[in-house]
């Protein structure tokens, strides 16, 4: 595919998945440095994502070393025969002493901070936890890494809905704010085609090949 604005460089395509379904993405607990497997739902969901991806060109994988991920991965690795690439970069934010807890304990325990979380203050970050820059600082440098190791071809990046959505506000050019915005759901799949410094968004949060799985 050609860049109208780069016509002469080659295009890379990023696959961005978040990992499957957890107990923790299920009840809306708060879960970043905590290790927690795949609920059935959730390995499901990685096959699922698999046969999705059975008819895709990809040069490569690379994965988050977190559990969740990584299950989330081995399909995809092996009907695509391809290794699992790990970068610590690719890891979820750390929510300090947010981890573990629910929603509704946020609310009763940190209403103010989670208020400003919620509307995206680049100012705010769990108490004890990792700001959303430093999120940036690390996932920013590895894409780059990736993006000119792997010039003009195919990545899948399994990641965690935290970095997926300021990495890939980042690459929109949106601001924290904006980016706060955006909904990333289990086993979803996004796709942008990068060509030098420009960014096209092909699709975003995919979840069509987890139909068959709802019905």
Not at 11 to 36: F, K, N, P, Y
Not at 112 to 136: H, I, K, Y
């Amino acid at each position: 595919m050609a860049s109208r604005i780069y016509p002469n460089l080659p295009t890379t395509r990023l696959l961005i998945v978040r990992h499957g379904q957890t107990s923790a993405s299920r009840d809306e607990v708060c879960c970043g440095t905590t290790e927690l497997p795949l609920t059935d739902t959730g390995l499901l969901q990685a096959r699922a994502l698999a046969e999705s991806l059975r008819d895709e060109t990809i040069d490569a994988i690379y994965c988050s070393p977190q559990q969740r991920a990584q299950q989330t991965a081995i399909p995809s690795a092996n009907l695509l025969n391809l290794p699992i690439q790990t970068r610590l970069a690719l890891r979820e934010m750390d929510f300090g002493r947010w981890e573990n807890l629910p929603r509704e304990q946020l609310k009763q325990h940190y209403p103010a901070e989670l208020v400003a979380w919620d509307r995206g203050s680049w100012m705010v970050n769990p108490p004890g936890g990792e700001t959303q820059q430093a999120v940036l600082a690390r996932t920013v440098p590895c894409l780059t890494e990736l993006l000119l190791k792997h010039s003009g071809q195919t990545l899948l990046l399994v990641s965690h809905k935290t970095a997926i959505r300021l990495l890939v506000g980042h690459l929109l050019e949106m601001s924290l704010s904006a980016s706060r915005r955006l909904s990333v759901n289990n086993a979803s799949l996004t796709e942008l085609h990068i060509t030098g410094d420009s960014v096209h968004l092909a699709r975003y949060n995919e979840t069509s090949h987890l139909r068959q799985l709802n019905s």
